[in-house]
């Protein structure tokens, strides 16, 4: 079964987000505290090419930033649904472990265990940064950042990062375009998004190299995740045109499983009344469901039509179905619904308004292609460059074979927060 890593926010993460992913996952991993920034500091000068001889603290990458009170708030989380008992379901990791205090390594470079390549990131990064459709996405019609005073917005936003700057001959990062109702505040909004940017590709990366589903609980995440996944879709159509390998790639989107639970009910229960429901039947269906996704992934690397893999996969969901009732049945209190089902046209899932808003609605979003690939195609490529350079190309192929896994998406919508808009077309201000 699929464990799941809920991507940090500049909020500390509830115990309904916990609650909720412990009745889909087999283990639910969430970000510590302390782990903010993109990749290590010391690694900075190997993200600019550089051997790795030495290590120099650069002070802050793209980090996160946080609420006043987040660490207290996130350790009283953490004692009221008691993680420090919950070692078999709940862990609160770290990307990378930062060294006790910074300094100048000769020889080699301080990694911490950060599992993914920096130089990579970096790209990814700062070509994603530079989309203002991406920016817009981060904030758009973001009820937390609105209801925020000038000073707090201020003090939730992290200035003067290494990864935004002029870099060789590449300028530094543009700012977000649009309206805004505080545009004095435009330095600090563009912070803000650049930060959730970060976030997102690092918890994409992060997951494929620990084979987890990244989950993300809210809006303007899950917006930037659609976007990168929008961006890597159209590329892959335009390739296909020439490269048969990624036909049946984007046909994968076209699965949709959603699970409903009443989140009302569900903050009326306690972690152990909520681990009760993790029956046998439940193992199965959950085992099941992870199985039929991660077929989709397998069977568009294969030599079929379109209509032979929705043949395929409509008997696999069939068969799911029917393993579906007992747990609809032990689930009823709670109000717990399962659909799966192929849309009737691929990206529905990710691209029409309301979908991923539905309350109580964890939407499971499977790719067909390695992360690595969904990474550079949804970040680094354009059909433009691709246009002008076919041959790049390639490097959709090689960052396949370096980041493998088959990405698979969480989406968790909960009551409050959605009214957040999800089309691209601005016509109001963004926040």
């Known amino acids: 079964m699929y464990s799941t890593y809920i991507a940090p926010t500049e ?4 115990s309904r987000e916990i609650k909720r992913a412990l009745l889909t996952y087999d283990k639910v991993l ?10 290590p500091s010391q690694s900075f000068m190997m993200a600019l090419g550089m051997p790795p001889i030495f290590g120099f603290p650069m002070g802050n990458i793209r980090p996160l930033g946080k609420v006043n009170n987040y660490d207290n708030s996130f350790d009283q989380m953490a004692d009221e649904i008691k993680i420090s008992r919950l070692g078999d379901y709940v ?4 990307t990378y472990q930062q060294p006790a205090q910074p300094q100048f390594t000769l020889g080699s470079v301080d990694m911490g265990g950060f599992p993914l390549n920096v130089q990579f990131m970096l790209s990814s990064y700062r070509s994603l940064a530079s989309d203002n459709t991406a920016l ?19 003090g939730l936003a992290i200035a003067d990062c290494r990864a935004d700057g002029s870099i060789n001959d590449s300028p530094a990062l543009p700012p977000l375009e649009g309206a805004l109702n505080r545009g004095h505040l435009r ?38 995740g659609r976007h990168i996944i929008k961006r890597a879709a159209d590329v892959l159509d335009y390739v296909s045109e020439y490269d048969t390998q990624w036909i049946l790639r984007n046909r994968v989107l076209k699965l949709i499983h959603d699970e409903y639970i009443d989140d009302e009910i569900l903050d009326q229960m306690n972690v152990e009344d909520v681990i009760r429901f993790r029956t046998v039947a439940w193992g199965e269906q959950a085992s099941a469901r992870d199985a039929l996704l991660q077929s989709a992934a ?6 079929h039509s379109a209509g032979e893999f929705d043949s395929i996969i409509s008997q696999r969901i069939n068969d799911y179905r029917k393993l579906c009732s007992q747990i609809e049945t032990d689930r009823k209190d709670i109000k717990f ?8 046209r691929p990206l529905q899932a990710i691209g029409s308004a309301g979908v991923a808003e539905i309350a109580g609605r964890v939407a499971q979003l499977q790719h067909g292609i390695g992360v690595g690939a969904l990474l550079i195609a949804g970040t680094i490529l354009s059909i433009d460059l691709l246009k002008q350079h076919r041959e790049h190309a390639i490097h959709i192929r090689n960052a396949e074979e370096e980041i493998l896994g088959n990405i698979c998406f969480g989406f968790h919508s909960f009551y409050e927060g959605l009214a957040a808009a999800t089309g691209s077309e601005i016509e109001h201000p963004i926040i």
């Open 187 to 224: 330095s600090e909004i563009t912070n803000i998004a650049r930060a959730r940017v970060a976030t997102i590709i690092k918890s994409l990366g992060y997951c494929a190299q620990r084979e987890l589903i990244p989950t993300f609980s809210s809006s303007p995440y899950q917006n930037v």
């Open 91 to 94: 862990s609160i990791v770290s």
């Open 337 to 344: 619904k399962i659909n799966c089902d192929l849309a009737n």
């Open 30 to 39: 969430i970000a510590s505290p302390t782990d903010r920034d993109y990749f």
């Open 136 to 154: 817009q996405a981060a904030v758009k019609g973001d009820e937390f950042i609105s209801s925020l005073n000038d000073d707090q917005l201020i």
């Open 298 to 303: 397998l069977l568009a690397r294969e030599q």
């Open 11 to 14: 909020r500390p993460i509830t």
